[in-house]
């Protein structure tokens, strides 16, 4: 039997980890603007699997496609302040590398992560229109 720990604050019969439901909180913008935005659909799809999963695969997948997603943004825009917080979302990605998988975790990743991400993602399609 599936035994709880202190990781399931949030709703204690889940399987998920607080980390996993907030992270699963933070793809909702993706999810919205998915049939408007390719980037907001590959994320949305992604993200979806690796959080719910949570497997050394879907981890390498997710990683792997968000970098080149970063790395086609950048190519792609001329504005520098895209560059910039696509830049500090990177740097809050490998701090939170290191840290345990808590809520506190959870969060630093929904708001300096998938949130400046989907900004950075928002302000450039808006300003290529």
Do not use: A, W
């Not at 604050?9 to 913008?29: E, F, H, R």
């Not at 496609?65 to 830049?87: E, G, W």
């Not at 506190?104 to 991400?117: A, D, E, P, T, Y």
Request: proline share 1%; with cysteine; aromatic share 14%.
């Amino acid at each position: 039997m599936y035994k709880l720990s202190k990781k399931h604050i949030l709703k204690k019969n889940s399987l998920l980890t607080d980390n996993q439901i907030i992270c699963l909180i933070g793809l909702t913008p993706y999810i919205l603007f998915s049939l408007k935005s390719n980037y907001c659909f590959i994320i949305s799809i992604n993200g979806l699997i690796y959080h719910i999963f949570r497997t050394k695969l879907t981890r390498i997948n997710d990683i792997f496609i968000n970098f080149l997603l970063i790395i086609k943004l950048n190519y792609l825009t001329s504005h520098s302040i895209i560059k910039y917080l696509t830049f500090l979302g990177f740097i809050f990605f490998c701090i939170n590398l290191f840290l345990k998988s808590t809520i506190k975790s959870g969060l630093l990743h929904l708001i300096f992560v998938q949130l400046l991400s989907f900004y950075c993602i928002n302000l450039h399609e808006d300003l290529i229109k």
